[in-house]
């Protein structure tokens, strides 16, 4: 039987998240340690295959597409890193090429630094008294996820969904 019982952790926040969790428990009439278990499942639930150490290869693609500018950002991973953690231990052809996690890593890093730089020259348009900002047109990032999803995972996100009769 598994062991059910909970254990406590002490957490070191910065004030300003601290406030932040407050104030979102408080809006959401739980506690601030309820806050802190969604948050804690919603992340392992995001990179839940990280978690499986025989989940490797091109089976790590979706995660690092979907999660990759939080994994870099946060836990400072370099190109290095990211082929040990995504090749090691895979088959010849389950790995992900070199070049290809490369673009995964500069994609990643150019999603926060693209916004970050793009607030600052977003045109906008009036309606009323809020500011617009115009329709974002398909992104280098959006491609190359396009790309790597086709050839790693076999989806293609360009196709449009089948209909039904």
Known sequence: M????KQAVSLRVSIGDLRRLKKLAQRLGVRDSDVIRFALKTMLARLGPLCDHNVRGR??????????????????????????I????ATQDQEVESNDLHHIAIAAGVQQSYATLGLGKVTTGKTGERDVPPTP??????HLRSYLYSKYVDIDLNSEPARTK
């Open 86 to 89: 995504v090749n090691e231990g």
């Open 59 to 84: 089976a790590l693609v979706p995660v690092l597409l979907e999660a990759g500018g939080d994994l870099f950002r946060y836990f400072d991973l370099d190109n290095a890193r990211l082929a040990e």
């Open 137 to 142: 047109e398909p992104s280098v990032t959006g």
């Open 2 to 5: 598994a062991d059910v019982r």
